[in-house]
């Protein structure tokens, strides 16, 4: 069950929990004062988002089985750990699970929301006849919209509501969406880095598979650090007072030199444990962005 879960995917999950919902406590002191009566929902709102999680990436595993006999054969539905039966059994009990929390709790908005991600998430992208994983461009911004805008929105949004407060684009808040939309859209075109046999073998198209992984690996890595270039200078385009110029800079400027030592360190025809390296280390900066959130 842990291994179908993708562990390094829950853990962005429960990062971006934990700060989003910091960040609208830090913007509402006094509404410190509500945590403990508030905390069975909030409990509940996490439970919700690991449930959708566990779906999305259960059924991308249940249809990619071939594919990753080859890719990632350590998977359990892969190794033949877990049967599909079983795997059938939790991802329906999990979208059943979590969408019965958020209508129950959570607003209409919320609840929508959730479907949507769900939707877009799963069956869109997973699933024949759409199938967008299919399409490098369309599972990007498939990717992008449920792990970059949805998520830190979506739990901003249900903070705020729970609150009692009316929701606002306060600029960190606008500032993390649009830069997790940015390095969702890398993780989506990287994680196919290490994949290139097996899908070229089940008939998928990345940009991975067609102009290969160093050519990827540079344009990702350029992206991410034009994304970070932006976020050091967004202090200094924003109202006085909105960020903390230092921190801004300082670590956005330290998760840049990380990425660049990390695909610096990849060979001109790198071999599967040099990319999985660099694959990890993307996912290292993306959890280190959200621990930096709380202090810009």
């Known amino acids: 069950m842990y291994k179908f879960s993708r562990p390094h995917t829950i853990r962005g999950t429960l990062l971006a929990c934990a700060t989003g919902v910091g960040r609208a406590l830090l913007e509402s002191p006094a509404a410190l004062a509500l945590l403990p009566a508030l905390l069975p929902r909030a409990i509940m709102g996490v439970l919700a988002l690991l449930l959708g999680n566990l779906f999305i990436v259960g059924i991308n595993q249940i249809y990619d089985v071939q594919i990753d006999q080859v890719n990632k054969p350590f998977l359990p539905m892969a190794a033949g750990m877990l049967s599909p039966r079983l795997a059938w059994v939790i991802v329906a009990a999990s979208a059943a699970g979590g969408v019965a929390i958020v209508k129950t709790f959570f607003s209409e908005l919320i609840f929508k929301l959730y479907l949507f991600g769900l939707t877009i998430g799963g069956p869109a992208y997973s699933v024949p006849p759409l199938q967008l994983k299919r399409f490098p461009l369309l599972a990007g911004l498939t990717i992008a919209c449920c792990r970059g805008f949805l998520l830190n929105f979506g739990v901003y949004h249900a903070t705020r509501e729970a609150l009692g407060q009316a929701f606002c684009w306060s600029p960190p808040v606008a500032f993390l969406a649009r830069f997790m939309t940015v390095y969702a859209m890398a993780i989506a075109v990287t994680k196919d880095l290490p994949d290139v046999e097996g899908d070229r073998k089940g008939g998928i198209q990345t940009f991975a ?88």
Do not use: D
């Open 209 to 296: 598979s067609r102009f290969g992984v160093k050519k990827v690996a540079a344009g990702a890595t350029g992206v991410l650090l034009l994304n970070y270039l932006g976020a050091m200078a967004t202090p200094f385009f924003s109202a006085a007072g909105s960020f903390r110029a230092a921190v801004m800079v300082g670590g956005h400027a330290l998760g840049a030199l990380w990425l660049a030592r990390s695909f610096s360190r990849l060979s001109e025809a790198p071999e599967q444990a040099e990319i999985k390296e660099f694959y990890s280390q993307i996912w290292n900066c993306f959890y280190f962005e959200y621990m930096l959130y709380p202090f810009i």
